[in-house]
């Protein structure tokens, strides 16, 4: 995990849902977090391809980071995602959050790569507890 300057109070070891999805996280810093998963054939859809609530997951992990990275405790109170393409078992896919304004309600900017290929993309809202 890289971290950069971020005065997190983020407790990972609490994170169980994160780690039964296998989620690692490849960037942190204040405002912006990028985390990585490989599509797992239990993740599969009916159509052989990435469930959507699997690629929801990765954005939404990326999300919360980002939105607590300053150390303030906040919980999504809104996420909207465009899926865009699918993508397949044993594919890498990264989701990345960024936090653009905001200070007790934070708005951020939500991506989903496959590689360089976008394949999902939206906004999310957090809000301080």
Known sequence: MTRGSTSSNINLQNDKF???LGV???????GYAKVKGVV???YLNFHGTAHGSYIMALADFA???AANSDGIRRMAIMIKLNFYKPANAGEEVTGEA?????????????CVKKGEEIIAEGDAIATAV
């Open 63 to 65: 999300f919360a980071l």
């Open 98 to 110: 960024e936090v653009i304004r905001g200070k007790r309600l934070v708005f951020c900017r939500l």
């Open 40 to 42: 797992k054939e239990e």
């Open 24 to 30: 690692e996280i490849i960037e942190l810093r204040r």
């Open 18 to 20: 994160r780690e039964h």
